[in-house]
């Protein structure tokens, strides 16, 4: 059992789920990885449900190799998205996280960070904003599919967030 969740206040939760070749392995215990950031995103949502509360909005998005506009220089099968934004039916919620599936392989967290803080921004709020992500590997792509700069490149979008009070 878990303590539900209590906010005092009204709160944005943007869950980033990687969906790259890595969470598509299988565990010691025969789950695949993605299968275990489903499960735990799912879970906070329970949590969330359990509280009682319904003033805080979630959204998903879930990130393949490269962003979801710009030169697709990738297959469209390689596109992060936003599964589902800001929002508090949370039983949407649920079923937009346990709809994420494996794709293609490539790891954009730039991407899944961008597309996460982005859908907190919009529409604008005075609301508290958190971006949770759930992933296991190490970026090897940006926002156009390319593989240089991956690294510093998510680290800054994380910090784009921050500046924006996510």
């Known amino acids: 059992t878990s303590t539900p969740i209590v906010c005092v206040g009204s709160v944005d939760i943007a869950i980033v789920i990687d969906r790259s070749s890595t969470m598509n392995t299988t ?9 275990w950031a489903k499960e735990a995103a799912v ?4 949590n969330i449900i359990a ?6 909005r979630i959204s998903v998005s ?3 190799a490269q962003g979801n506009s710009g030169t697709r220089t990738l297959a469209n099968t390689y596109d992060s998205t936003l599964d589902i934004g800001p929002t508090n039916n949370y039983q949407a919620v649920k079923t937009a996280i346990n709809n994420i599936v494996y794709r293609q392989s490539g790891t954009c967290i730039q991407c899944g960070l961008r ?5 907190l921004l ?3 709020t005075t609301n508290s904003k958190f971006v949770i992500l759930l992933s296991d590997g ?5 926002w156009d599919g390319t593989t240089s700069s991956a690294k510093s490149l998510a680290i800054a979008e994380a910090n ?7």
């Open 27 to 35: 565990e010691t215990d025969g789950r695949k990885k993605l299968v």
């Open 43 to 46: 879970g906070l949502v329970d």
């Open 51 to 56: 509280s009682g509360r319904t003033n805080i």
């Open 62 to 64: 879930s990130f393949g």
């Open 115 to 119: 597309i996460g803080n982005n859908s």
């Open 122 to 124: 919009t529409p604008s």
């Open 138 to 142: 190490m970026a090897n792509h940006v």
């Open 160 to 166: 784009g967030g921050r500046a924006n009070g996510i």
